[in-house]
């Protein structure tokens, strides 16, 4: 009973605050003779104001009993409450007093400023200390694939940034529901009011995984299910390092999980297909499809489910013969790897015409800047491998309409080392890739060749 009385406190509180900013309003509004009369109602006002703001501090008295807020944020907003209530009973009485009506508007002005902070402790309590500039810092977000695996110390680098995220607002240093912290180990070992909530070595009795795979409904469920969830990439963490053992100090390597934390953060990117079209289009031409197999062109979805494909010329014959076939599935070809094979300028002017590329891939072929020049219009292109050609700067010059461009490879081109700072001004938003590095890798690169 006690602790529902309490839980009505943050419903409570917001009358007071209306109440008593009426009183203020009323204390300062400008007000025309027949009006007058208001001004009387203000000290009825302020007493009810007193009363309710009474009321709000009991049921405030009763939550802080529940043990579920940092004592010292708590014991500040209850200073401040108190006074408020001392205040507006003092305001309410010398309201009635003629003789004090020279501190009417200084009383009015005190209070309007310890509502104000009342408020704020108040509300910083209910949602965490940043609720107010939350929406400003989106950068919080955990972001673990810039994570250096082969360095990184499993808790600090990749647990606790997942916490952080995404439980510190209420298992943290100024809120702890169900009893529980999660913001340093020693916290997290001891566990909550039903426990201890990890067990090393066995995710299924960690209670901290367990509430993670709750449906998404059920009320023990975490976060809950009005917060940010976890990625499947963030509970593959946090259940990694408890099969791990859980151990606070030991390095990512150390704890044997490297390979397989490799695998869990890089399959998670291939999944982010953001040069994939979110609108979905009829499957392509099954026809076209089974003739471009017979023509050796490997054809695969972009992801299981997906109607776009990714078609890689690997093993392809009679190339002008393809290109044409492609053309007729040009609103489902998203992704082109016609690299290492004879690919001229002439072709360059079909390819030209598949305007729902996102990548193409075109290193070691015959292309030249008369061919490129031609891609202008491809505006959807976002990735762009042009290794081992014979293009030089003016040929990309000829791209910077394309405005989507994120990356574009130039390595063993015709590119002088002294025209690639003026290529990097004129594409600010684009990423020339000059030098030594790994071209990422398409899912068709490891597909089965028949
Ligand atoms: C919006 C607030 C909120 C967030 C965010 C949140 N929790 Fe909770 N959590 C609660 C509440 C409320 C309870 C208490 C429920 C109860 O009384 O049984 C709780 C209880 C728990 C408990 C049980 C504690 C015990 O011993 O009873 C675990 C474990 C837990 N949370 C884990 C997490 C994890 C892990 C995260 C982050 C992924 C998280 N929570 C994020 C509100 C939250």
Known sequence: ?????????????????????????????????PFKSIRRSIRFI?????????????????????????????????YSGIGLIFLSLTYAWSRGQKQLKPIYKLLSVVMLGLIT??????????????????????????????????????????????????????HGSSKQ?????????????????????????KVDESE???????????????????????????IAVLKTWITSGADFKKSVAGSGQLTELENILSSQKAVVLSDVPEKEVPPADANVVAGLHKLGVVVVPVASGSNYLSVNLINATALDSVIDLLIAVKEHLVWLKAGNQPVTDIHLTKIARLTSLTRLALEHTEITDQGVVGLKSMTTLQHFNLNYTKVTASGVMALTPLKNLQSVYLYGTNIKPEEM???NRSFPHTHLEFGNYIVPALPTDTVEVR
């Open 421 to 423: 700072a003026e290529l």
């Open 117 to 170: 902070v009342t408020g704020h402790l108040g509300g910083s309590l209910t949602h965490g200390e940043d609720y107010l500039t939350a929406g400003f810092d989106s950068a919080k977000e955990t972001d673990l694939s810039n994570v250096n695996l082969q360095q990184a110390i499993y808790y600090n680098d990749l647990v606790k940034p997942i916490l952080e995220s995404k439980c510190y607002g209420c």
């Open 46 to 78: 302020l007493w009810i104001g007193f009363f309710s703001s009474l009321a709000s501090g009991i049921t405030g008295y009763l939550l802080s009993q529940s043990g579920e807020y940092d004592s010292q944020a708590v014991t500040w907003h209850q």
């Open 1 to 33: 009973m006690q602790e529902f009385i309490g839980r009505l406190h943050p419903l409570l509180v917001h009358l007071p605050i209306g109440i008593l900013l009426l009183a203020i309003l009323f204390e300062w509004l400008p007000i025309r003779k």
């Open 208 to 234: 901290m995984i367990n509430r993670l795979l709750l449906p998404l409904n059920d009320e023990d469920h975490m976060p809950p299910k009005e917060k940010k969830q976890l990625t499947e990439k963030e």
């Open 177 to 201: 529901k169900g009893k529980l912290r999660l913001d340093e180990p020693q916290h997290i070992l001891k566990g909550g009011k039903g426990g201890v909530i990890l067990v090393a070595g």
